[in-house]
């Protein structure tokens, strides 16, 4: 069988369970987006080419709100910002031979958990393994949003809450078995959460915006990673 055939279904196995926890999460966005006055075509249009959890209920707050365009352009990118880090990392760590159209159309589909589920991914990334992951993970958001919009007037808010608690489930799920199978995962992850809980109660910095406290945590915690444990093997190359 085809390599890249091979490299896109193991995309496609180690996406379901994203794919699974973007239906719960999505179907609950779908109900708020209903909420919102937001059609069934305009829920998932925006689902489709947005791809961000946080970013879209943000969105419908500024919807709601009748704020200006730019309101809207800037909050996205106070969300979002976290994205562009992890675009980053990943250009680093994608076949050399990638071409550019490949990169932009990998740049697309990064999320939080399409993130960590590449990095986590031994060797190169190779285009075809992330479109494996993206293939299976975005009709699971798109089309929980259409279902959750077209469900959103027949279900309880406290099913629907619950819905919500899968992708945390889902997190947990992808940083465990790094954890444990190496003691550094483990000690990132752990400064990431008291760090980040940290953040919640600072006097200055539980002002900044839930999206500017994670790119600060990214970059502190990423840094200190980067300067007590380099990867031997990447300054070897050099």
């Known amino acids: 069988m085809n390599r890249a055939l091979l490299l896109f279904l193991r995309g496609l196995r180690d996406g379901s369970p994203i794919g699974a926890g973007y239906f719960a999460v999505s179907f609950a966005f779908g109900i708020q987006a209903r909420e919102a006055l937001l059609t069934v075509f305009q829920t998932g249009l925006l689902s489709g080419t947005n791809l961000t959890s946080a970013g879209q209920f943000a969105g419908l707050g500024v919807i709601e709100a009748g704020a200006s365009l730019l309101t809207m352009a800037l909050t996205q990118l106070v969300i979002n910002l976290r994205y562009c880090l992890m675009s980053c990392a990943l250009s680093q760590r994608l076949a050399h031979k990638a071409p550019f159209?490949?990169?932009?159309?990998?740049?697309?589909?990064?999320?939080?958990?399409?993130?960590?589920?590449?990095?986590?991914?031994?060797g190169p990334i190779r285009p075809a393994y992330f479109y494996g992951l993206t293939a299976v993970s975005w009709p699971g958001w798109v089309g929980g949003s259409v279902l959750g919009a077209l469900a959103g007037d027949f279900l309880p808010a406290d099913v629907t809450h619950a819905l919500t608690m899968a992708l945390y489930a889902m997190f947990v799920a992808i940083v465990v078995p790094a954890a444990k199978a190496d003691r550094r995962v483990l000690l990132v992850a752990l400064a990431a959460i008291v760090l980040s809980t940290a953040c919640a109660f600072a006097p200055w910095v539980k002002a900044l915006s839930e999206g500017m406290r994670i790119v600060l945590v990214t970059l502190v915690v990423a840094g200190a990673a980067a300067t007590f444990f380099p990867l031997r093997e990447a300054a070897d190359a050099r």
């Open 101 to 122: 159209w490949h990169r932009f159309f990998i740049a697309c589909g990064v999320t939080d958990e399409i993130f960590a589920v590449s990095i986590a991914s031994p």
